[in-house]
Structures are given as structure tokens and as C-alpha cells.
């Protein structure tokens, strides 16, 4: 919202849409953003989705990172997902076991719209 202050927030969630690609070496600092986003907000959000639109592949330590963050939040009644996944992604997602923990494939969205759509059909 600080560089995109036209942008409507949506009640509940918590959009997440890193500039660049994550990998071994920004993973720590995307999953320590989203935290801090989460403890910013004056409620916590049920929902965060996070824009892979800039993810052409992911590796290990990218997913190892997604994995911990999803249980944290879980743990704490937030649902994660992914919106405009690349089909690189996806398969990475899902051999991994990623997109298990995440709770399967109707936590993925073709874009982000849809995703918000379905989290506010959800409450």
C-alpha cells in the first residue's frame, strides 16, 4: 500500500507480491516481511495470498522457507495462497509437498482476483 496508495485493501487479507524472484537468498528475508506485514496489521488477516507472478522457477530452500511459513500461519487460523502461478512453479509446488501442506491444489489461483474471490466466498 506505501507504493501503491490507490490500491482498496481487502478486508482479511493479506496480498504478498515479491518484486523480484525468490531464491536461497532473499527466501529468509521474503518470509521475515510477510511476518512482520502479519503483526503490523491492526487485525490479523485469515487469509494471505501471495502473487508468485515473478516466480519463473522456485528452488529448495525457497520451498523449504514456504513450507515452515505455511504451518506457522496455519497455526495461527491463516490460510497461504498462491496466485499466477508459472507451470515451473506448480510442479515444484506440488513434488515437493508444498502444495500439500498448503492444503492442495484449490489453494493455487490462475490470478489474484480469483484467489480474493474465493477467500471472501469463503467467510
Do not use: C, W
Request: hydrophobic share 45%.
Amino acid at each position: 500500500m506505501g507504493r501503491h496508495p490507490d490500491d482498496i485493501p481487502v478486508p482479511d487479507v493479506l496480498i504478498v507480491r515479491p518484486d523480484a524472484q525468490l531464491y536461497y537468498a532473499n527466501a529468509q528475508t521474503f518470509k521475515n516481511i510477510v511476518r512482520d506485514m502479519i503483526a503490523a496489521a491492526e487485525e490479523p488477516p485469515s487469509a494471505v495470498i501471495i502473487d508468485a507472478s515473478a516466480q519463473d522457477e522456485i528452488d529448495f530452500t525457497t520451498i523449504e522457507m514456504l513450507i515452515e511459513l505455511v504451518k506457522q500461519l496455519q497455526a495461527k487460523g491463516i490460510e497461504i495462497y498462491l496466485a499466477d502461478v508459472h507451470a515451473p512453479v506448480h510442479e515444484g509446488t506440488a513434488r515437493s509437498g508444498l502444495l500439500d501442506a498448503m492444503g492442495g491444489r484449490d489453494h493455487v489461483f490462475p490470478t489474484v482476483d480469483a484467489a480474493v474471490n474465493h477467500v471472501q466466498s469463503e467467510t
